[in-house]
C-alpha cells in the first residue's frame, strides 16, 4: 500500500484537537502508514517573523531594527504567551497542559539567552549582527513548528497512537547537514508502518530554508520528505476546499470547489500569493511524480483536489484570485530602439529580492508589476533614477485581479472580464493575457479587488463561461 504524506496548515492546526477523530486518526483499526508534518498554530510564524500579509514586525523584525532598544523581548513575550494559548486551545489534559507548557518555556528561554549572547557578542565589534540575521531567522522560525509538533504529539499519545516527534529544527544540535540529510537522518528509525510520525514543517539546514524558500516553508520540507520516502500520495489539508475564490471573500456558498487542476494552474496561483501551494514544492512532488492532493481538513470524507500533469478535459475559468501590487512604471523617451533598459531594472529588482508578479511594456514604457514593500520600492526607484537621470520612475499601488484555469481557449475571458468589471462599475486600469491560455489579469484600484474578484467570479464562474464559436 505504501504511506501518505500530509501536511497540516497553520489555519487548521490551530483547531487540531477538532482534527484528531477525523483526519488524524482516521481509521481507529488502521492508525498508521501515514507521516504528518505540521505548520505552527496560526499567526504564530507572523509573531515570531513578521506578519505575512501586513508585514507588522514580530520578533525577527524588532531584533533586526537593531535599535537595541528590547523592543524584541517584548515581542517574544507575546510570541510566548501566544503559543501557550495556542495549545491551551487544543490539549485538555492537565499533564500535557503543563508539558506543554513547560515545552514553550524552555525553547523560548533558549532562543531568548541565544539572542541576548548575539547582541553581546556584536558589541565587540569584530562580530558584525548583520551577518547573523538569516540564522537569527531561521532559529525563531523553527520554535513555531517545534511547538506545534509537540502539542500534536502530545495529543495523539493520550489517546493511545504511537505517536512520535520527528524534530527537524536542528534545536541544540550542533551538526551542518543539508534539507535532505536533515530529513533522511530524522527518519532513520522512524517506522511509519507502526508509529505515527508528526514531523516540524521548519527544517533547519544548510541551505537555510527561510532563505531558500522563505514563508510558506513548510510545504517545501512536505515535499521532499514526499519525495524521499517515495509516498504513495502527498496530502495538504486546509480551512476549506481548494475552491473557485476565496470563501471568506465571495462567500461560502457561491464558491465552488475544485475536483481536479494541473500544476501549471498551481503555479499561477502561487505566483498570485494564493498559497494554493508552494511552487517548490509543487516543482519537488511534479519531479517525483507524486500526485498531490489538496482537502478540506475538516471535511474528511471528501475527496478533495487532486492536482497532477493532466489537461482539462473542457476550457474553463477554474479560480479567481487577486492580490495587492505595485506598479513600477520607468518611462523613458530615449529607450524606443535602445536596449538594455530591461535587463537594468531586472538587475536592480533581483538585487533588492522583489517579486516580479507581471510585467508589460511598450515603445518608451516598461512596468513591472510587483509584490513588495513600498520602503524597497523607494531604494529600487533611486538606482534607476541614477542610472537613467531623465526617466520619469514612480510607483503607484495597485491591485491585480486573475482568472485562471488549465484552458481558457475560446472564452473570451478578457472581454467578458472587462465588461463584467464595467458593468459593476469598476474600472480596469489595464488587463493582460498571454498567448497561453492559462490566466488573464486585470489591473484595479486597490479599493476595487475584492468587488472586482466577486465581479470576475460571478461572470466567468457562477454564470459558467461558453466557449465562442471558432472562426476557421
Ligand atoms: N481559492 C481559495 N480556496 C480556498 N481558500 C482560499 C482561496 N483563496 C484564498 N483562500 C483563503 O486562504 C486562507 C488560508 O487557508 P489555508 O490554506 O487553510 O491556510 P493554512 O495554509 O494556514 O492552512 C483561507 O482562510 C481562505 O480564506
Ligand atoms: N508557519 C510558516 C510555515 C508555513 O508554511 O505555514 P502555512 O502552512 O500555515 O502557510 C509560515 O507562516 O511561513
Known sequence: MGHTVEKIGGTSMSRVHELRDTVLIADRDAPY?????????GGITNLLLEHKKSGEPGVYAAFASGDGDHGW?????????????AHRAVLDHPGDLERADAFVRDRLVG????????????SYGHFRLEEHMLHTRELLSGLGEAHSAFVTTLMLQRVG??????DLSGWRDTEQVTLEERITGAMAGVDPTTEMPIVTGYAQCTEGLMREFDRGYSEVTFSRLAALTGAREAIIH?????SSADPNLVGADAVRKLGRTNYDVADQLSNLGMEAIHPK???TLRQSGVPLRVTNAFEPHDPGTLID????PTPAVEIVTGLNVFALELFEQDMVGAKGYDAFILEVLTRHRVRIVSKVSNANTITHYVDSSLKVLRRVEKDLAERYPSAQVSSRAVAMASAVGRDLEGLAVLSRGLNALAAAGLEAIGATQGPRPVDVQFILERTALAPGIKALHDALIEQTAQPLAKVA
Open 73 to 85: 523581548l517584548a515581542a517574544l513575550d507575546r510570541a510566548s504567551e501566544a503559543m501557550i494559548e
Open 309 to 312: 500533469d493532466q489537461p482539462a
Open 33 to 41: 502508514g501515514r507521516i504528518f508534518v505540521v505548520s505552527a498554530f
Open 281 to 283: 514544492a509543487a516543482k
Open 238 to 242: 486546509k480551512e476549506f476546499h481548494l
Open 111 to 122: 532562543a531568548r539567552n541565544c539572542l541576548i549572547d548575539l547582541q553581546r557578542l556584536c
Open 161 to 166: 497512537i504511537q505517536a512520535r516527534f520527528v
